[in-house]
């Protein structure tokens, strides 16, 4: 294990690491399609290039473009807010759209049930739920259900005082409802009363169009035509710096690519860095990635480790996404190098991983903060998500952790990798 107190010495050493996570987040929330998307991509592949000595190769991701002009909300008694409209939304008309609302709380399945006959004609309005807690219901699916019970528009509130919430309709082409992210505020004035259901009006103004971004990969190749997957995404939202989400992933693959960048050659695997967009948009960026790879070069990819909010909290965990086979082995690395991890297994579909894991790759999401309401996870997706809620040690350990993970996955013996594979225990 002697590579290992290297890699902490090394990543402990590396000052380069907290400078590129003020870069990132320097270059503003990141919206795919805007200049800070453009200008994070351009600074990522100056920092890969300079620590792998390595050109990158960009693959065009092309997409359903859009943007809002504007988002408001009038409450009953004419005050207008604002909202932020969540990616994707269809525009409502020039006037906006005026309906009752409908509160159905948390937006469980069982509460859109026992209000089927309450939901069509009428704003739908669901919260925001921490998203890394186990059983939480994604904002896709509220959305999903208020659009099938024939809902014409969609709010969501996040739970941060005075912030709005971001996070995409998951809406790709096609016919959807408004859907906007609300404070709590705006949502506590949209309460059912004795006279009825409030009335309010929605207004957001799009634009869309065909739009054009990248995924961007580094190849440091080992002695076979074998490779571990080391990603991140670049997207987040605008009107936040996605600190945690995810300048945190991005800064800490930068400073695994230079912790190992030397010693990759003699590795029995490669390490492949990619940097992916549009994720917050449906993971779109390493969906094409990933079916464009064919099943051929599946079978290369030993394992993908997916770094996606690694800062904002001390505590880690690996979503394995189903491959049982898979977690002795992060569980050995990470107590050879005395960082505590969880494991939670379930396939979570709420990042670039979940692509890979769906084409039978082993694949796996580290997360910071999982399960725990008081980490700064909670400020994901809302105006908060702020370099000021990630700490320098937070970002360390998971680099730490993540280079001694991609290092072992790479020297594997075959049949050790082979169990990765598999679903179940033996
Ligand atoms: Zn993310």
């Avoid at 506590?188 to 739009?211: K, Q, S, Y």
Wanted: glycine share 10%; proline share 4%.
């Amino acid at each position: 294990m002697a590579h290992m107190t290297n890699l902490r010495a090394r990543i402990a050493a590396d000052r380069q690491l907290w400078t590129d996570f003020n870069a990132i987040c320097d270059c503003g929330g990141r919206l795919a399609g805007t200049a800070g998307e453009r200008k994070a991509f351009a600074v990522l592949e100056a920092q890969a290039e300079a620590a792998t000595k390595a050109r990158g190769r960009s693959i065009t991701v092309p997409y359903g473009g859009w943007s809002a002009k504007n988002a408001r909300l009038r409450l009953p008694g004419e005050q207008w807010v604002a909202c932020h409209a969540l990616v994707r939304s269809v525009a409502t008309s020039p006037g906006g759209l005026t309906a009752e609302v409908i509160d159905l709380g948390r937006g469980t399945p069982e509460e859109f049930a026992a209000h089927a006959d309450d939901i069509t004609g009428r704003i739908v309005l669901v919260r925001h739920e921490l998203m890394f807690a186990a059983g939480t219901i994604h904002r896709r699916r509220k959305y999903m259900a208020a659009l099938q019970a024939g809902a014409v528009g969609f709010l969501i509130a996040g739970s941060v005082a005075g912030q709005t919430v971001a996070g995409s309709s998951g809406r790709q082409d096609g016919p959807g409802i408004p859907a906007a992210g609300i404070t709590p505020q705006a949502a506590a004035a949209l309460r059912r009363t004795a006279r009825g259901w409030p009335v309010a009006t929605l207004l957001i103004e799009t634009e869309e169009g065909p739009a054009q971004t990248r995924t961007l990969v580094f190849d440091l190749p080992g002695r076979s035509d074998e490779w571990v997957v080391l990603s991140a995404h670049v997207d987040g939202h605008d009107g936040s710096e996605s600190a945690m989400d995810n300048a945190s992933g991005l800064a800490a693959v930068l400073a695994v690519l230079r912790a190992l960048a030397s010693q990759v050659k003699d590795f029995r695997r490669g390490v492949r860095a990619t940097f992916f967009s549009v994720e917050e948009w449906a993971l779109i960026g390493s969906a094409q990635y990933v079916a464009a790879l064919g099943q051929a070069a599946h079978r290369t990819i030993a394992l993908n480790v997916n770094l996606d909010c690694v800062g904002g909290s001390h505590s880690l965990a690996a979503l394995t996404s189903g491959f049982a086979g898979l977690e002795p082995f992060l569980l050995r690395v990470a107590e050879a190098m005395g960082i505590p991890l969880r494991t939670v297994r379930p396939l979570m579909q709420n990042s670039d991983h979940a692509n890979f894991a769906l084409a039978g790759i082993p694949a796996f999401r580290l997360v910071a903060g999982f399960d725990d309401p008081n980490a700064n996870l909670r400020y994901l997706l809302t105006p908060s998500d702020t370099r000021d809620k990630v700490e320098e040690t937070e970002l360390q350990q998971a680099a730490m952790l993540s280079a001694a993970i991609v290092a072992d996955a790479c020297n594997a013996l075959p049949q050790h990798a082979l169990q990765w594979r598999k679903a179940r225990l033996a």
